[in-house]
C-alpha cells in the first residue's frame, strides 16, 4: 500500500500530468505536492482547491441521497466494512478550462475524511477518463497515518 509520496508520483504518470498533490480540505494545506501548478505556488493552489472542495461537500444538492454528514463525522456510520475507511461525501470533481483539467478524488479515511487527490492535466495529452480510474484507484490503495 503506497504512502503519499509514492502516490503523487504514480498521479504523475498519468498523460498529461502537471502538478499532483495531496490536499486536507479542512486546512487547505498541501500533505505532499510534486510537479508544476498554476501560478507557480503548490501552497496557494492547494488552499484554492481546498475551498471549492469543501463549499462542494458541504452542499447537500451534491452529496447522496441519505448521507448524514454528521454520522459519517464521527465514525458511526458510512464506513465500509472490509476497508473500515470513512466514505468521503462527494466521490470527485472535475473543474475545465482552455487548456486543462483539475481532477480533485476524495480519499477514504479511516478518520474524518477530509483529503482529497488533486492532480492538474494538460488538455492537449491528458486522458480525462484514465485520470478518474487511476485516482479512484490510488485513493483506494493511499496509506495515511
Known amino acids: 500500500m503506497p504512502g503519499i509520496d509514492e502516490c503523487l508520483l504514480e498521479a504523475m504518470r498519468l498523460p498529461g500530468a502537471r502538478g499532483a498533490a495531496l490536499v486536507d480540505w479542512t486546512s487547505g494545506l498541501a500533505l505532499g505536492a510534486v510537479g508544476e501548478f498554476p501560478g507557480g ?13 469543501r463549499l462542494t461537500a458541504e452542499q447537500r444538492a451534491f452529496t447522496p441521497d441519505g448521507y448524514d454528514r454528521h454520522e459519517h463525522a464521527d465514525g458511526t456510520g458510512g ?18 478550462n482552455r487548456d486543462s483539467y483539475h481532477v480533485l478524488r476524495f ?6 475524511s477530509s483529503v482529497f487527490l488533486h492532480v492538474w492535466l494538460g488538455r492537449p495529452d491528458g486522458n480525462l477518463a484514465l485520470a478518474r480510474i487511476r485516482l ?3 485513493a483506494g490503495r493511499l496509506v495515511l497515518g
Request: no cysteine; proline share 8%; charged share 25%.
Open 107 to 112: 480519499v477514504p479515511t479511516s478518520f474524518d
Open 41 to 53: 505556488d503548490h501552497e496557494a493552489a492547494a488552499a484554492e482547491a481546498a475551498e471549492v472542495a
Open 79 to 96: 464506513t465500509d466494512a472490509t476497508a473500515g475507511s470513512v466514505d468521503p461525501p462527494v466521490e470527485d470533481l472535475i473543474i475545465s
Open 136 to 138: 479512484g484507484e490510488m
